[in-house]
């Protein structure tokens, strides 16, 4: 044993010695149970301090390649082995951990999983019913289209030009003056809000929104190192604004119509309000319009509507009417905000999917989508209808709603906080998926984001019996 480190190598003294070691165990020259030389002969060896060696045999036995034995020495382990294996890897775990984008809740983890399973009534979920779809009609529009090469290539930065065009003149039904460069095509409303939390605002900004959101169950704004804060939205919403903005960027994100998960429908005075509290601290809001369609009665304008400065970014898609597969939604806003957002997400899928553009381009302008709107709202409303009918006689002792205006959910609140981990727990062992209040607000424990729009009916009167009982049993358990 003559050798010793480079002093003018690369690597340090302690690295060099540690690399050595590590290659005497590999080779078998110091198998499992071999007694290593004390640090002193080690060190007059190498021709290094002590401090040195003694520093590299503590990296060793961290790694589980080496060990102490109080009284004995410094030994090569058993399972040193097993150890090398795992340094020749990655450590995953470690990236994973230390990962920009933040892990979901481990409630919606679950959810992601069990909605996957058909031997589960999913009493929760925000899509529609596989028998909702247009499925049928969508696949005769693949037969009637006509596409060109080009359309089965890349899109434009901002997505199919016609399309584009065909969206100007659908939300101007809605009040929204708009030209096809003010509009960029989305994979979803979620990847509109992904694109605006990179593209737009620097680490440190604050998303205002209402207590209970969206966006608490899913993470584009917080991975990027946004803060997230609650507001009500009362007569002193202006100065609170101010107050809690101060000198940073700030955007408030609302859904107005038809509230995920809550359902509520804002007045037009409400939005009224909000846009002037927000215009006052210049304060960029983002529309989330992706259930109004769904509404069982006339809409309100939206906030954009009353946008004359470019101070509202609207998002629209037709994932909760047409089919969420397709992945089309669209982002109106200022044509420099459009440009930059356009430009990330060229950067980041290249496009959303030609084909899909091009069907959701057909049935815009054939007529199809509006179609389908109104037979699918007829179809929800008495999906509605029938929830309500068992909450009325089943429910009424325990728990309160307000009747749906529209969409897919009613939030059920029950009169005693029961709603938690457990319950939720206890319902999927009983082959019930719920979606409770607190993925959307931490701190709620009394709520529950009830779908009529998924499950069928003979699922929705077994999943709704199955809760109540469940509940049921909590209350008379507390009661003891």
């Known amino acids: 044993m003559n050798w010793q480190p480079n002093r003018q190598g690369e690597m340090t003294l302690q690295q060099q010695i ?29 021709g290094v301090n002590r401090s040195t060696v003694q520093q590299a045999l503590e990296e060793l036995k961290a790694a589980g390649i080496l060990e102490s034995k109080v009284g004995s020495g410094v030994y090569v382990t058993d399972n040193s ?45 925000g899509e529609l019913a596989p028998n909702l779809l247009p499925t049928v009609e969508i696949e005769a529009s693949l037969k009637d289209l006509s596409l060109q090469p080009k359309a089965l290539g890349y899109s434009s930065p901002q997505g199919s030009e016609k399309l584009r065009k065909a969206i100007c003149e659908y939300v101007q039904k809605r009040g929204i003056h708009a030209k096809p460069q003010n509009v960029c095509i989305v994979s979803g409303a979620l990847q509109a809000l992904q694109l605006i939390a990179v593209g737009l605002l620097e680490q440190g900004s604050i998303v205002f929104q209402e207590q209970t959101s969206y966006l608490n169950s ?40 038809l509230n995920n998960p809550t359902g509520r429908v804002w007045t037009t005075l409400e939005k009224k309000q909000l846009y002037e509290a927000c215009k ?54 200022p044509t420099t905000v459009i440009e930059r957002l356009a430009d990330i997400k060229m950067q980041t899928d290249y496009g959303s999917s030609a084909i899909s553009q091009e069907v959701v381009l057909h049935w815009l302008q054939t007529g199809k989508y509006e179609k389908h709107i109104k037979s699918l709202r007829k179809e929800l409303l008495c999906r509605a209808n029938f929830v309500e009918g068992i909450l009325q006689e089943s429910f009424a002792d325990i728990a309160s709603w307000s009747q749906p205006k529209g969409g897919f959910y009613i939030w059920l609140k029950f009169h005693e906080p029961i709603v938690d981990k457990a319950l939720f727990t206890k319902l999927l062992h009983r082959q019930v998926l719920i979606n409770p209040g607190y993925i959307y607000d931490p701190n709620d424990s009394q709520h529950i984001r009830l779908s009529y729009a998924y499950a069928t009916y003979e699922e929705l009167k077994v999943g709704l019996q199955t809760l ?9 358990c507390n009661k003891e």
């Open 81 to 125: 082995w097993d150890s090398f294996i795992a340094q020749t890897q990655p450590n995953w775990q470690k990236y994973i951990d230390t990962s920009l984008h933040k892990p979901n809740y481990h409630t919606i983890q679950i959810i992601n999983e069990y909605e996957q399973r058909d031997d589960v009534i999913r009493l929760g979920t």
């Open 280 to 333: 006052a601290s210049r304060i960029p809001i983002i529309e989330d319009d992706v259930y109004h369609e769904l509404l069982f009665e006339a809409a309100t304008p939206p906030i954009k509507s009353m946008d004359a400065s470019g101070q509202v970014l609207y998002i629209g898609s037709v994932s909760k009417t047409l089919s969420p597969g397709l992945r089309i939604g669209w982002l109106i806003g």
């Open 218 to 257: 899913v993470h584009p704004f917080q991975s990027v190192g946004m803060q997230m804060m609650a507001i009500y939205r009362d007569e002193q919403l202006a100065q609170t604004l101010a107050q809690r903005k101060r000198k940073r960027q700030a955007v408030f994100y609302a859904v107005p119509t």
């Open 18 to 46: 540690i690399q050595w070691i590590t290659e005497q165990i590999e080779r078998g020259d110091w198998v499992a149970g071999t007694k290593l030389p004390t640090q002193r002969q080690l060190a007059m060896q190498f």
């Open 468 to 476: 109540y009982e469940c509940v049921f049993e909590l209350i008379e």
